[in-house]
């Protein structure tokens, strides 16, 4: 199991430089660089690349409509470059909200548009001319449009590998469907390894039965914050998980419209049916922290890692039960470079 972790959009980029080059030397093995609507995460990774060795670069995550599809490709054969074969791809559609009030880009048919970039993604860095006809994007520009004068190209430059790790941010049933039959990698959230079957189990089914056998095992980043140590027991832990709960309500009750949040939705699918809709009702009504203080102890618990070392590495069992190959990890209560030696231990 590899070990990955976020780094803030809004934080402190050169300070997180610091310590991604720290936990490098620990073990960790790949950063994700978020987007948002802050500043571009390529200039960030590009950076990060020129400061790091080892550790992978994973975009976490590229939304599919501020960039073309071409524009992906290249993007991410550039930072392949830059990092000797370290990049990692991470694609999601974001959200109307974001993409519609940001970009000033209709939200339309976010799972054909992510099928549709992974396919030219792929294209282009076999360097094949692209010629592609799907149902969201047409390269060269279709006939009758623009000025006559498409044609068909392909990269100038030679990938370092032609086949870049594409990791899909999917929350829902068809879009977790097409990550297990396209992707490389599934970015799920809110991952409980003993519960997730309820949400996604028939998805990831249906789309592993349909997936090429030369993309190999789904990989699977997941999991969330980490604390290790007798002292983390009892109370104590419960007071390092209720640092989750802002977020998670954050989430669950203010993402998106009242009628169109999906993690609202899979909050729900979990069986937190009427917590789900107390949160968002508080949420919305300005009320966030009544909101936190709803949120399941139950769900901050399966979704985190928090407690003695032998507690730790039960979850760490039940996470690599789960299929998940990458934890994804918050280090709290403590230095981060040692929480990620502990990590590193438990699982060797």
């Known amino acids: 199991m590899k070990l990955s972790m976020s780094i803030n959009y809004s934080g402190d980029f050169h300070a997180d430089v610091q310590r991604v080059q720290e936990l490098e030397s620990a073990g960790l093995d790949i950063v994700w660089v978020p987007e948002a609507y802050s500043f571009d995460s390529v200039s960030q990774m590009g950076f990060l690349a020129a400061k790091t060795s080892t550790i992978n670069i994973g975009a976490g995550i590229l939304n599919v409509y501020s960039r073309t599809a071409t524009c992906m490709a290249q993007t991410a054969a550039g930072l392949d470059y830059v990092s000797d074969g370290r990049f990692v791809l991470g694609l999601g559609a974001s959200g109307p909200q974001v993409i519609e009030g940001f970009h000033g880009v209709a939200y339309d048919k976010p799972m054909p548009r992510i099928r549709d970039y992974i396919n030219v993604c792929r294209m282009v860095w076999r360097r094949e001319r692209v010629v592609y006809d799907g149902p969201t994007v047409q390269v060269p520009l279709p006939e009758g449009q623009g000025t006559g004068l498409a044609k068909p190209l392909k990269l100038i430059n030679h990938p370092v590998r032609e086949h870049i790790p594409i990791f899909w941010a999917s929350l829902m049933g068809l ?173 060797d």
């Not at 990550?179 to 990831?204: N, S």
């Not at 403590?334 to 990620?340: H, I, K, L, Q, S």
């Open 175 to 347: 879009s977790v469907k097409a990550t297990a039959r396209y992707a490389d990698g599934w970015l799920p959230i809110f991952f409980d390894p003993e519960k997730f079957h309820t949400v996604w189990g028939d998805d990831l089914k249906a789309g592993t039965a349909e997936r090429d056998e030369s993309l190999g095992q789904l990989q699977v980043s997941a999991g969330g914050m980490v604390a290790i140590g007798d002292e983390f027991a009892g109370e104590a832990a419960d007071r390092v998980l209720d640092m989750a709960r802002p977020s998670v309500a954050l989430y669950v009750g203010g993402m998106g419209a009242r009628d169109k949040n999906f993690y609202n939705t899979i909050f729900q699918k979990y069986g937190y049916v009427d917590e789900a809709v107390e949160i968002q009702d508080l949420y919305l009504s300005g009320k966030k922290d009544e909101a936190a203080a709803v949120v399941p102890g139950e769900m901050l618990a399966n979704t985190n890692l928090v407690g003695p070392a032998g507690h730790v590495k039960e979850r760490l069992a039940a996470y690599r039960e789960a299929g998940v190959t990458h934890l994804s990890v918050t280090p709290v209560g403590g230095d981060p470079v040692r929480t990620v030696e502990q990590l590193r231990e438990l699982i």
